[in-house]
């Protein structure tokens, strides 16, 4: 096994849209702020605000099972190759129901006890979000997350709703974006493959060695 056994158009893929993914969901997100802004523009902000306080449920709603749809997939994908290599699955295209529960599961048992922190980067530290906005951005994400988990690309939820959060910050104006803790994001995005690829190639030549 070598660096011809990559599937290196997959690799492209994954890279391409690990890229494009926040890019967009910055576009989306201004374009639906945008919108937004200009339907309630003869409403006031306090009013405005408390009917999309109530909008949020339906638009985290539909974040969350974008979530599962994009994210429980990797894991769902891995655990079933790992069960086919081992000769405990068929080659299948579905994952078993117990894998899938599983993921999901752990996806938000995940979210709910160790996300609180991302959830306060993401909410206060880039921007300053307010309902209209939160609706905004987490419907601009999701609708990004459904179209990539249709055409079966993966994608980092993570990259996609802060760079939405983005776009929605800067529809207000740049100075309200916090652009110095995005480029720590980015940096943390450019070196997350390339660190976890060392790392995973690095045990798997262990494992080969111990054999």
């Given at each position: ?24 969901g910055m576009i989306i997100g201004f374009l639906i702020v945008a919108l937004v802004i200009k339907f309630m523009r003869k409403t006031s902000r306090t009013n405005a605000n408390r009917w999309f306080r109530h909008l949020q449920i339906v ?153």
């Amino acid at each position: 096994m070598g660096l011809d056994a990559v599937n290196w158009g997959g690799v492209e893929k994954v890279v391409t849209f690990i890229i494009a993914s926040p890019v967009l969901g910055m576009i989306i997100g201004f374009l639906i702020v945008a919108l937004v802004i200009k339907f309630m523009r003869k409403t006031s902000r306090t009013n405005a605000n408390r009917w999309f306080r109530h909008l949020q449920i339906v638009s985290s709603f539909f974040y969350s099972i974008t979530h599962g749809a994009n994210d429980a997939q990797k894991g769902m994908g891995i655990i079933m190759l790992i069960l086919a290599a081992s000769g405990a699955a068929l080659a299948t295209d579905q994952a078993f129901l117990w894998v899938a529960i599983s993921c999901y599961a752990a996806l938000a048992l995940g979210t709910f006890f160790g996300g609180w922190r991302i959830v306060k980067t993401m909410a206060s530290r880039i921007t300053k979000l307010e309902p209209y906005q939160g609706f905004s951005a987490e419907t601009g994400a999701a609708a990004l997350l459904a179209a990539t988990a249709h055409f079966g690309i993966p994608v980092s939820t993570t990259h996609t709703i802060a760079g939405s959060i983005m776009g929605v910050g800067a529809a207000k104006g740049l100075s309200a974006v916090r652009w110095g803790i995005g480029r720590r994001i980015v940096v943390a995005w450019i070196l997350t493959i390339p660190a976890a690829a060392t790392i995973s190639g690095a045990i798997f030549c262990s494992y080969l060695n111990l054999l």
